[in-house]
Nanobody, 118 residues
Framework: QVQLVESGGGAVQAGGSLRLSCAASESIGSFMFMAWYRQAPGKERELVAEITRAEIPTYADSVKGRFTISRDNAENMVYLQMNSLKPEDTGVYYC????????????WGQGTQVTVSS
């Protein structure tokens, strides 16, 4: 099973930027979906951004125009560039992979904390 390791989280003031990275333990070129989810305290985990094997991105309405997801299949990496951060972006960000349409092929990373202060 692929292992995913996130990095790049931290504390930043509102309006600032962070770049999250997700390193996969094997080639992700054939993976159907790579994504970032987040979970705020007391809330359910939610999809932030997703990118398909064909590199077509999808974003949550709350982050459109501010966040950019990308994948580097040659380096087995997925990134989330976060600009114009808001306090409501605070949470634990998780990298997610899925090899196929079946959810049984999904894997989660351990998460990285992002804290945005006003």
């Amino acid at each position: 099973q692929v292992q995913l390791v996130e990095s790049g989280g931290g504390a930043v003031q509102a309006g600032g930027s962070l770049r999250l990275s997700c390193a996969a333990s094997e080639s992700i070129g054939s993976f159907m979906f790579m994504a970032w989810y987040r979970q705020a305290p007391g809330k359910e985990r939610e999809l932030v951004a997703e990118i398909t094997r064909a590199e077509i991105p999808t974003y949550a309405d709350s982050v459109k125009g501010r966040f950019t997801i990308s994948r580097d299949n040659a380096e087995n990496m997925v990134y989330l560039q976060m600009n114009s951060l808001k306090p409501e972006d605070t949470g634990v960000y998780y990298c997610y992979s899925r090899r196929s349409w079946s959810v049984t092929t999904a894997t989660w990373g351990q998460g990285t904390q992002v804290t945005v202060s006003s």
